[in-house]
């Protein structure tokens, strides 16, 4: 039963209440180049921006691992709970592109034991977010100890 599948998510959409949604739209969609796929407006205030971010992957991090990845990324500088993380494919230019438009850098690129280039940001909507530079492929890091799934 514990490998039975019940349900399967199709999507993965994170929801953000941003208290300047015009400054969050123009970072998201114009610095990070997410296409922007649907916007509603109920008149007013009330508006909502649905941006696409490409893959979509969930990380679960145990409290160990998550004050390590703290530790590697950002010099120990805790990040809250929930941290978005964009790939992208120059962690050092997306850094400089978002600092240009506002947002504040915590820590510069750095290379992580996990074979990343990540930096840390402090964004628009009040996000905490790194940008990561895969420097391997997959297959790369698959041949490393400890890399792997828990699958059996």
């Given at each position: 039963?514990?490998?039975e599948?019940?349900?399967?998510?199709?999507?993965?959409r994170?929801?953000v209440?941003a208290?300047?949604?015009?400054?969050?739209?123009?970072?998201y969609?114009d610095?990070?180049?997410?296409?922007e796929?649907?916007?509603?407006?109920?008149?007013?205030?009330?508006?909502?921006?649905?941006?696409?971010?490409?893959?979509?992957t969930?990380?679960?991090?145990?409290?160990?691992?998550?004050?390590?990845?703290?530790?590697?990324?950002?010099?120990?500088?805790?990040?809250?709970k929930?941290?978005?993380?964009?790939?992208?494919?120059?962690?050092?230019?997306?850094?400089?592109?978002a600092?240009?438009?506002?947002?504040t850098?915590?820590?510069?690129?750095?290379?992580?034991?996990?074979?990343?280039?990540?930096?840390?940001?402090?964004?628009?909507?009040?996000?905490?977010?790194?940008?990561?530079?895969?420097t391997?492929?997959?297959?790369?890091?698959?041949?490393?100890?400890?890399?792997?799934?828990?699958?059996?």
């Amino acid at each position: 039963m514990a490998n039975e599948k019940i349900t399967k998510v199709r999507q993965l959409r994170v929801v953000v209440e941003a208290q300047d949604y015009d400054e969050a739209v123009r970072f998201y969609r114009d610095v990070l180049g997410m296409d922007e796929i649907a916007a509603f407006s109920e008149g007013g205030d009330d508006r909502v921006a649905i941006l696409e971010a490409g893959r979509a992957t969930f990380e679960i991090a145990s409290p160990a691992h998550k004050v390590e990845i703290d530790r590697v990324e950002a010099g120990g500088a805790p990040s809250p709970k929930i941290r978005i993380a964009f790939e992208v494919d120059d962690a050092e230019a997306a850094t400089r592109d978002a600092e240009e438009v506002g947002a504040t850098v915590v820590a510069e690129p750095v290379l992580t034991p996990w074979m990343s280039l990540n930096s840390r940001l402090e964004a628009p909507a009040g996000l905490t977010i790194t940008f990561f530079q895969e420097t391997e492929d997959s297959h790369e890091r698959a041949e490393r100890e400890g890399f792997g799934t828990n699958e059996t």
